[in-house]
Protein backbone atom coordinates (compact mmCIF):
# COMPACT_ATOMS: atom_id res chain seq x y z
CA UNK A 1 0.00 0.00 0.00
CA UNK A 2 1.34 3.91 -1.70
CA UNK A 3 1.02 6.29 1.57
CA UNK A 4 2.18 9.96 1.31
CA UNK A 5 4.08 10.17 4.05
CA UNK A 6 6.48 8.32 6.35
CA UNK A 7 6.20 6.74 9.08
CA UNK A 8 7.90 9.02 11.66
CA UNK A 9 4.62 11.05 10.63
CA UNK A 10 2.98 9.49 13.09
CA UNK A 11 4.96 10.73 15.93
CA UNK A 12 5.19 14.23 14.36
CA UNK A 13 1.57 14.17 14.49
CA UNK A 14 1.62 14.02 18.48
CA UNK A 15 4.14 17.53 18.68
CA UNK A 16 0.57 20.19 18.37
CA UNK A 17 -1.42 17.91 20.97
CA UNK A 18 2.15 17.42 23.39
CA UNK A 19 2.31 21.38 23.35
CA UNK A 20 -1.27 22.05 23.71
CA UNK A 21 -1.10 20.06 27.00
CA UNK A 22 2.00 21.73 28.30
CA UNK A 23 1.01 25.11 27.57
CA UNK A 24 -2.45 23.96 29.14
CA UNK A 25 -0.91 22.87 32.13
CA UNK A 26 1.16 25.77 33.00
CA UNK A 27 -2.00 27.64 32.96
CA UNK A 28 -3.65 25.35 35.54
CA UNK A 29 -1.51 24.71 38.05
CA UNK A 30 1.92 26.49 37.25
CA UNK A 31 1.29 30.25 36.71
CA UNK A 32 -1.70 30.23 39.41
CA UNK A 33 1.20 28.96 42.05
CA UNK A 34 4.14 31.19 40.88
CA UNK A 35 3.54 33.23 44.00
CA UNK A 36 3.52 30.76 46.56
CA UNK A 37 6.08 30.24 48.61
CA UNK A 38 8.94 27.23 47.56
CA UNK A 39 10.65 24.79 49.39
CA UNK A 40 14.07 23.89 48.72
CA UNK A 41 14.70 20.92 47.09
CA UNK A 42 17.58 18.75 46.78
CA UNK A 43 17.88 16.96 42.87
CA UNK A 44 17.90 13.45 43.33
CA UNK A 45 20.90 13.39 40.53
CA UNK A 46 22.22 9.80 41.60
CA UNK A 47 18.52 8.43 41.03
CA UNK A 48 18.30 9.79 37.99
CA UNK A 49 21.41 8.92 36.74
CA UNK A 50 21.19 5.08 38.00
CA UNK A 51 17.33 5.23 36.93
CA UNK A 52 18.51 6.25 33.28
CA UNK A 53 20.90 3.69 32.58
CA UNK A 54 18.81 0.71 34.11
CA UNK A 55 15.68 1.96 31.70
CA UNK A 56 18.12 2.23 28.79
CA UNK A 57 19.66 -0.92 29.52
CA UNK A 58 16.17 -2.91 29.66
CA UNK A 59 14.99 -0.95 26.60
CA UNK A 60 17.77 -2.04 24.60
CA UNK A 61 17.65 -5.85 25.96
CA UNK A 62 13.70 -6.02 25.41
CA UNK A 63 13.77 -4.52 21.79
CA UNK A 64 16.81 -5.47 20.45
CA UNK A 65 16.46 -9.43 21.33
CA UNK A 66 13.03 -9.35 20.35
CA UNK A 67 14.09 -8.17 16.55
CA UNK A 68 17.41 -9.43 16.33
CA UNK A 69 18.61 -12.05 18.24
CA UNK A 70 18.28 -12.72 22.37
CA UNK A 71 21.92 -14.19 22.10
CA UNK A 72 23.23 -10.85 21.16
CA UNK A 73 26.04 -8.92 22.80
CA UNK A 74 23.68 -5.70 23.09
CA UNK A 75 21.06 -8.13 25.20
CA UNK A 76 23.37 -9.46 27.54
CA UNK A 77 25.01 -5.70 27.96
CA UNK A 78 21.29 -4.06 28.39
CA UNK A 79 20.51 -6.81 30.67
CA UNK A 80 23.13 -6.85 32.67
CA UNK A 81 22.74 -3.20 32.95
CA UNK A 82 19.33 -3.15 34.11
CA UNK A 83 20.37 -6.00 36.82
CA UNK A 84 23.08 -3.90 38.19
CA UNK A 85 21.20 -0.42 38.19
CA UNK A 86 17.66 -1.30 38.91
CA UNK A 87 18.39 -2.72 42.20
CA UNK A 88 21.16 0.51 43.07
CA UNK A 89 18.58 2.70 41.94
CA UNK A 90 16.02 1.40 44.86
CA UNK A 91 18.91 1.73 47.87
CA UNK A 92 19.15 5.24 46.41
CA UNK A 93 15.34 5.84 46.15
CA UNK A 94 15.05 4.86 49.89
CA UNK A 95 17.60 6.84 51.56
CA UNK A 96 17.10 10.09 49.50
CA UNK A 97 15.88 13.23 51.45
CA UNK A 98 13.29 14.05 48.26
CA UNK A 99 14.00 10.90 46.01
CA UNK A 100 12.18 10.50 42.20
CA UNK A 101 9.95 7.24 43.76
CA UNK A 102 8.84 7.57 47.52
CA UNK A 103 9.35 4.23 48.30
CA UNK A 104 7.37 3.94 51.63
CA UNK A 105 4.17 4.56 49.56
CA UNK A 106 4.78 0.39 49.02
CA UNK A 107 3.90 -0.20 52.52
CA UNK A 108 0.75 0.08 52.15
CA UNK A 109 -0.76 -2.89 51.07
CA UNK A 110 -3.69 -1.63 49.14
CA UNK A 111 -1.60 0.83 46.71
CA UNK A 112 1.05 -1.73 46.38
CA UNK A 113 -1.70 -4.60 44.92
CA UNK A 114 -3.24 -2.14 42.99
CA UNK A 115 -0.14 -1.27 41.22
CA UNK A 116 0.73 -4.66 41.04
CA UNK A 117 -2.70 -5.46 39.23
CA UNK A 118 -2.27 -2.72 36.80
CA UNK A 119 1.15 -3.40 36.08
CA UNK A 120 -0.16 -7.43 35.03
CA UNK A 121 -3.19 -5.89 33.79
CA UNK A 122 -0.53 -3.76 30.84
CA UNK A 123 1.48 -6.78 30.25
CA UNK A 124 -1.84 -9.03 29.83
CA UNK A 125 -3.73 -6.63 27.42
CA UNK A 126 -1.00 -3.57 25.69
CA UNK A 127 0.28 -6.37 23.37
CA UNK A 128 -3.34 -7.20 21.94
CA UNK A 129 -3.17 -4.81 19.38
CA UNK A 130 -0.02 -5.42 18.08
CA UNK A 131 -1.30 -9.37 17.57
CA UNK A 132 -4.16 -8.44 15.88
CA UNK A 133 -3.14 -5.99 13.59
CA UNK A 134 -0.14 -8.76 13.07
CA UNK A 135 -3.07 -11.18 12.27
CA UNK A 136 -4.81 -9.21 9.98
CA UNK A 137 -1.57 -7.96 8.00
CA UNK A 138 0.20 -11.21 8.05
CA UNK A 139 -2.45 -14.10 7.93
CA UNK A 140 -5.46 -12.86 6.76
CA UNK A 141 -3.10 -10.15 4.28
CA UNK A 142 -4.98 -7.22 5.25
CA UNK A 143 -3.17 -3.72 4.38
CA UNK A 144 -1.94 -1.50 7.15
CA UNK A 145 -5.22 0.92 6.90
CA UNK A 146 -7.46 -2.35 6.99
CA UNK A 147 -5.99 -3.67 9.38
CA UNK A 148 -6.03 -0.55 11.60
CA UNK A 149 -9.71 -0.23 10.80
CA UNK A 150 -10.67 -3.74 11.93
CA UNK A 151 -9.01 -3.32 14.89
CA UNK A 152 -11.12 -0.38 16.30
CA UNK A 153 -13.85 -1.95 17.94
CA UNK A 154 -10.84 -2.93 20.68
CA UNK A 155 -10.08 1.00 21.30
CA UNK A 156 -14.27 1.85 21.34
CA UNK A 157 -15.06 -0.54 23.62
CA UNK A 158 -12.63 1.44 26.60
CA UNK A 159 -13.59 4.86 24.91
CA UNK A 160 -17.04 4.03 25.59
CA UNK A 161 -17.29 2.44 28.85
CA UNK A 162 -14.19 4.70 30.66
CA UNK A 163 -16.16 7.30 31.39
CA UNK A 164 -19.19 5.57 33.00
CA UNK A 165 -16.99 3.49 34.69
CA UNK A 166 -15.36 6.52 36.71
CA UNK A 167 -18.97 7.64 37.78
CA UNK A 168 -19.57 4.21 38.70
CA UNK A 169 -16.38 3.88 40.85
CA UNK A 170 -17.47 7.27 42.53
CA UNK A 171 -21.24 6.19 43.44
CA UNK A 172 -21.00 2.85 44.31
CA UNK A 173 -17.15 2.21 45.18
CA UNK A 174 -14.27 0.89 42.74
CA UNK A 175 -14.44 -2.91 44.04
CA UNK A 176 -16.98 -3.79 42.05
CA UNK A 177 -16.30 -2.08 38.17
CA UNK A 178 -12.40 -3.10 38.74
CA UNK A 179 -12.40 -6.37 39.70
CA UNK A 180 -15.64 -6.83 36.71
CA UNK A 181 -13.32 -5.33 34.28
CA UNK A 182 -10.58 -7.27 35.23
CA UNK A 183 -12.83 -9.98 34.55
CA UNK A 184 -13.95 -9.56 31.28
CA UNK A 185 -10.84 -8.52 29.89
CA UNK A 186 -9.71 -12.06 30.80
CA UNK A 187 -12.71 -13.50 28.92
CA UNK A 188 -12.03 -11.18 26.26
CA UNK A 189 -8.50 -12.84 25.83
CA UNK A 190 -9.51 -16.64 26.50
CA UNK A 191 -12.17 -15.57 23.75
CA UNK A 192 -9.60 -14.57 21.08
CA UNK A 193 -6.87 -17.82 22.57
CA UNK A 194 -10.09 -19.77 21.75
CA UNK A 195 -11.36 -18.76 18.61
CA UNK A 196 -8.39 -16.99 16.26
CA UNK A 197 -7.77 -19.34 13.22
CA UNK A 198 -7.36 -18.17 9.80
CA UNK A 199 -11.04 -18.96 9.20
CA UNK A 200 -12.98 -16.94 11.89
CA UNK A 201 -15.51 -14.97 11.09
CA UNK A 202 -14.69 -11.06 11.39
CA UNK A 203 -17.55 -10.54 14.06
CA UNK A 204 -16.15 -13.12 16.30
CA UNK A 205 -12.49 -11.29 16.33
CA UNK A 206 -14.68 -8.10 16.71
CA UNK A 207 -16.85 -9.35 19.83
CA UNK A 208 -13.66 -10.55 21.70
CA UNK A 209 -11.68 -7.06 20.73
CA UNK A 210 -14.98 -5.14 22.65
CA UNK A 211 -15.31 -7.28 25.50
CA UNK A 212 -11.51 -6.68 25.90
CA UNK A 213 -11.86 -2.75 25.39
CA UNK A 214 -14.59 -2.81 28.21
CA UNK A 215 -12.70 -4.56 30.43
CA UNK A 216 -10.22 -2.60 30.28
CA UNK A 217 -12.23 1.15 30.29
CA UNK A 218 -14.08 -0.39 33.82
CA UNK A 219 -10.72 -1.37 35.45
CA UNK A 220 -8.71 1.39 34.74
CA UNK A 221 -10.31 4.68 36.16
CA UNK A 222 -11.46 3.13 39.18
CA UNK A 223 -7.87 1.36 40.14
CA UNK A 224 -6.40 4.72 39.79
CA UNK A 225 -8.77 6.14 42.06
CA UNK A 226 -7.97 3.36 44.56
CA UNK A 227 -4.16 4.31 44.66
CA UNK A 228 -4.76 8.31 44.46
CA UNK A 229 -6.75 7.48 47.50
CA UNK A 230 -4.16 5.86 49.16
CA UNK A 231 -0.96 7.97 48.67
CA UNK A 232 -3.13 10.32 49.90
CA UNK A 233 -3.49 14.27 48.94
CA UNK A 234 0.22 14.59 49.82
CA UNK A 235 1.66 11.80 47.51
CA UNK A 236 -0.28 11.66 44.59
CA UNK A 237 1.95 13.39 42.33
CA UNK A 238 4.90 10.85 43.10
CA UNK A 239 1.70 7.83 43.14
CA UNK A 240 0.48 9.25 39.38
CA UNK A 241 4.51 9.11 38.74
CA UNK A 242 4.63 5.26 39.68
CA UNK A 243 0.96 4.19 38.08
CA UNK A 244 3.06 5.65 34.67
CA UNK A 245 6.32 3.99 35.40
CA UNK A 246 4.49 0.45 35.87
CA UNK A 247 2.30 0.69 33.33
CA UNK A 248 4.47 2.06 30.85
CA UNK A 249 6.63 -0.84 32.25
CA UNK A 250 4.30 -3.41 31.44
CA UNK A 251 3.19 -1.95 27.66
CA UNK A 252 7.27 -3.00 27.16
CA UNK A 253 7.16 -6.23 28.56
CA UNK A 254 3.99 -7.52 26.73
CA UNK A 255 5.49 -6.37 23.79
CA UNK A 256 8.65 -8.15 24.03
CA UNK A 257 7.13 -11.55 25.70
CA UNK A 258 4.98 -11.67 22.87
CA UNK A 259 6.93 -11.18 19.63
CA UNK A 260 8.74 -14.46 19.96
CA UNK A 261 5.53 -16.31 20.94
CA UNK A 262 4.19 -15.29 17.63
CA UNK A 263 6.78 -14.92 14.93
CA UNK A 264 8.90 -17.95 16.19
CA UNK A 265 7.40 -19.87 13.11
CA UNK A 266 7.74 -16.57 10.93
CA UNK A 267 11.25 -15.82 8.68
CA UNK A 268 12.42 -13.12 10.40
CA UNK A 269 12.71 -10.78 7.23
CA UNK A 270 8.63 -11.25 6.90
CA UNK A 271 7.84 -10.16 10.14
CA UNK A 272 10.13 -7.43 10.02
CA UNK A 273 8.82 -6.63 6.56
CA UNK A 274 4.94 -6.72 7.67
CA UNK A 275 5.78 -4.92 11.26
CA UNK A 276 7.05 -1.99 9.21
CA UNK A 277 4.07 -2.14 7.13
CA UNK A 278 6.29 -2.77 3.99
CA UNK A 279 4.51 -6.08 3.25
CA UNK A 280 1.39 -7.61 3.88
CA UNK A 281 0.56 -11.42 4.00
CA UNK A 282 2.63 -13.98 4.98
CA UNK A 283 4.72 -16.45 1.87
CA UNK A 284 5.03 -19.39 2.86
CA UNK A 285 3.41 -22.79 3.78
CA UNK A 286 0.20 -23.46 5.10
CA UNK A 287 2.14 -25.25 8.01
CA UNK A 288 3.76 -22.08 8.44
CA UNK A 289 0.89 -20.38 8.34
CA UNK A 290 -0.72 -22.57 11.17
CA UNK A 291 1.99 -22.23 13.49
CA UNK A 292 1.51 -18.52 13.29
CA UNK A 293 -1.59 -19.46 14.83
CA UNK A 294 -0.85 -21.48 17.41
CA UNK A 295 2.01 -19.00 18.25
CA UNK A 296 -0.69 -16.47 18.70
CA UNK A 297 -3.00 -19.20 20.61
CA UNK A 298 0.21 -19.37 22.77
CA UNK A 299 0.16 -15.56 23.56
CA UNK A 300 -3.14 -15.25 24.55
CA UNK A 301 -2.96 -18.08 27.14
CA UNK A 302 -0.24 -16.72 28.41
CA UNK A 303 -1.88 -13.18 28.80
CA UNK A 304 -5.23 -14.94 29.94
CA UNK A 305 -3.12 -16.32 32.93
CA UNK A 306 -1.28 -12.87 33.85
CA UNK A 307 -4.93 -11.32 33.50
CA UNK A 308 -6.48 -13.65 36.31
CA UNK A 309 -2.98 -13.45 38.35
CA UNK A 310 -3.62 -9.44 38.21
CA UNK A 311 -7.29 -9.90 39.08
CA UNK A 312 -6.30 -11.88 42.04
CA UNK A 313 -4.47 -8.63 43.25
CA UNK A 314 -6.77 -6.25 42.67
CA UNK A 315 -9.17 -8.79 44.60
CA UNK A 316 -6.63 -8.89 47.74
CA UNK A 317 -6.94 -5.02 47.50
CA UNK A 318 -10.34 -4.86 47.96
CA UNK A 319 -9.96 -7.41 50.47
CA UNK A 320 -7.47 -5.55 52.40
CA UNK A 321 -9.71 -2.45 52.13
CA UNK A 322 -12.32 -3.94 53.82
CA UNK A 323 -10.02 -5.20 56.66
CA UNK A 324 -8.96 -2.05 58.04
Known amino acids: MTVAFGWSWTFWFNVPFG ?3 VVWGMLAMGFRDANAKRDRRVIDIRGIATYVVAVTGLLMALT ?8 DAAVWVGGFSFMVFFPLWLWIEWRHPQPLLHMPLFRNREFSLGMASATLNAI ?40 FSGWLGDRYGVAAPATGGLFLTLVGLVGLAVDVSLTTPYWQLALWMAVVGIGSGFFNSPNTSSVMKEAGPKYRGEASGIRSLTTNTGMMLSIAFTI ?57 AVCEGRRR
Open 19 to 21: LAA
Open 124 to 163: ARMAVMFMLIFYFQGAKGDNALEAGILSIPLAAGMLVVAP
Open 260 to 316: PLVTSSIPRQAMLAIFSGTEVGLRGSTASLQGFIDGLHTAFWVMAIIQLIARSFRVC
Open 64 to 71: WGAIQSWT
